[in-house]
């Protein structure tokens, strides 16, 4: 009999660990589509500002919550410390200020691919984009501010399928 609900304890708890697994991924996929909602919005936002801009005037950033933000030339929420060119390559810094002026009330992020794993995401920056990653590794998705592209990756699915 202790057996039996040894063994039931046993799979329980397996099947549990599972499932906190698949809520944090499921998680940062959530947040994921919050991130392009709100980066999508200030697109719209930035467009309709091309549209009622005075012929000639340049306007490549927005004042969001008194902060400065520069977008892309398609409009996509980009940079923090100088206007976006072709070649802008996004760096940590960019990418967790982003985290936080785009998301409200986001998760606390740390900021740098290889920093310490107190928290549960990381934001840093990946040659034209912006990785937000599990502290883990089982999920992230890329933002490319140039073309306003996220892709979301589940690595934990990948492995379990192989």
Request: glycine residues 2%.
């Given at each position: 009999m202790a057996t039996v609900i040894a063994l039931i304890a046993l799979i329980a708890l397996d099947r549990y660990t599972l499932m906190t697994k698949d809520a944090r991924?499921?998680?940062?996929?959530?947040?994921?589509?919050?991130?392009?909602?709100?980066?999508?919005?200030?697109?719209?936002?930035?467009?309709?500002?091309?549209?009622?801009?005075m012929p000639g005037q340049l306007r490549t950033g927005l004042l969001i919550d008194g902060q400065l933000i520069y977008l892309s030339s398609d409009g996509w929420p980009a940079s923090f410390t100088a206007p976006v060119n072709q070649?802008?390559?996004?760096?940590?810094?960019?990418?967790?200020?982003?985290?936080?002026?785009?998301?409200?009330n986001p998760a606390p992020i740390t900021a740098g691919q290889f920093t310490d794993?107190?928290?549960?995401?990381?934001?840093?920056?990946?040659?034209?984009?912006?990785?937000?990653?599990?502290?883990?590794?089982e999920a992230y998705f890329d933002y490319f501010p140039l073309s306003g592209r996220l892709l979301f990756s589940d690595i934990s699915e990948k492995s379990l399928k192989d």
């Open positions: 991924v499921l998680r940062l996929e959530i947040i994921s589509h919050h991130f392009m909602t709100a980066a999508a919005t200030l697109r719209t936002r930035f467009l309709l500002t091309q549209v009622t801009k070649r802008y390559q996004p760096s940590d810094e960019d990418c967790s200020r982003l985290w936080t002026l785009l998301l409200q794993q107190s928290g549960k995401y990381r934001a840093f920056a990946q040659t034209a984009a912006c990785r937000y990653q599990l502290v883990s590794g």
